[in-house]
DNA sequence: ATGACAAAATTCTTTTGA
């Protein structure tokens, strides 16, 4: 049976429901979609998905942050936080569906606050990786999707996207990017495209989609087990271009 | 070294993002 999971950093919900809502009606073929920075609290998340049938649940917050689900069917939520991580912000949201235990996050830039706030982002990067180990050790179906705020080579920044400093491309946050695949997980991208400059992002400022200065930073790490069902991994390039579009596009997961 | 965009709250500026 098929089954396709999709992620998108939407930059505001509330903002930004329309673009929702006309993507899924042109992909049908999505089964549950992961957002992240809804930019809201769990009362201001819009109702129209709700009111057109659709299963929602959210971990919200105001203001900054917060990760939502949208599914065609029901999904079971597992947690709204991510165990080990001691941090009150909302960036995490995991549920069961179908079989599939997809963890939904939101993990720190790691630009702001100076090292407290690196730190926050590798202390985010331990508390996966104890999830992932004790998913592996039950021979769980999982995959952890969302935005990683990591550019894991030089391949996955355009050349002068960002300092060799920035939090996003430094060593150490490379290194909690490698131990996840370590331990046995697989970045779906890579697995279908070994090589090559893939982007899910670019910055709003000095016309960066124009000159396509882009990052890769939306990633979907998956267990052995769903690495075997992989069919495609889809950027979705083209809604970067909408009018009023988010900084991220959707990226798509399609399993056999 | 700085600013360029965009969104929300602290609202006509400031904070944060990547």
Redesign the pocket.
Same mark, same amino acid.
């Given at each position: 049976m098929s089954f396709t999971f999709a992620s998108w *950093?939407i *930059?505001?919900i %509330? !903002? %930004?429901a329309h673009l929702v809502q006309d993507w899924l009606e042109r992909h049908p073929e999505c089964d549950l979609l992961c957002l992240q #920075?809804i930019?809201? #609290?769990d009362s201001q998340f819009p109702t129209v998905f709700h009111e057109a049938g659709l299963h929602v649940a959210t971990t919200g917050q105001?203001? +900054?942050n917060g990760v939502a689900l949208i599914g065609r069917r029901p999904f079971e939520v597992t947690t709204h936080h991510l165990p080990g991580f001691e941090d009150p912000t909302a960036r995490y949201i995991e549920a069961d569906m179908d079989g599939l235990t997809i963890g939904n996050l939101y993990l720190?830039?790691g *630009?702001? =606050?100076g090292e407290d =706030?690196y730190a926050k982002k590798m202390a985010f990067f331990d508390a996966l990786a104890n999830r992932a180990t004790t998913f592996l050790e039950s021979e769980k179906s999982f995959a952890f999707i969302g @935005?990683y *705020?990591v550019c894991p080579t030089d391949e996955d920044l355009a050349p002068g996207a960002l300092s060799p400093t920035d939090a996003?491309v430094r060593p150490e946050t490379r290194a909690a990017f490698n131990r996840l695949q370590w331990l046995g997980l697989t970045d779906a991208l890579r697995a279908v495209q070994p090589t090559g400059r893939h982007y899910t992002?670019w910055? +709003?400022? !000095? !016309?960066a989609f124009q000159r396509n200065s882009g990052?890769r930073?939306d990633h979907a790490l998956l267990s052995p087990r769903v690495t075997e069902r992989l069919v495609s991994f889809t950027i979705d390039r083209d809604e970067r271009a909408a009018e009023?579009a988010s @900084?991220h596009v959707p990226v798509l997961v399609t399993l056999r």
């Open positions: *950093n *930059n505001s %509330r !903002a %930004r #920075e930019k809201c #609290e105001k203001a +900054y720190p830039n *630009n702001s =606050g =706030g @935005d *705020n996003l992002f910055d +709003y400022q !000095a !016309a990052l930073i009023k @900084d």
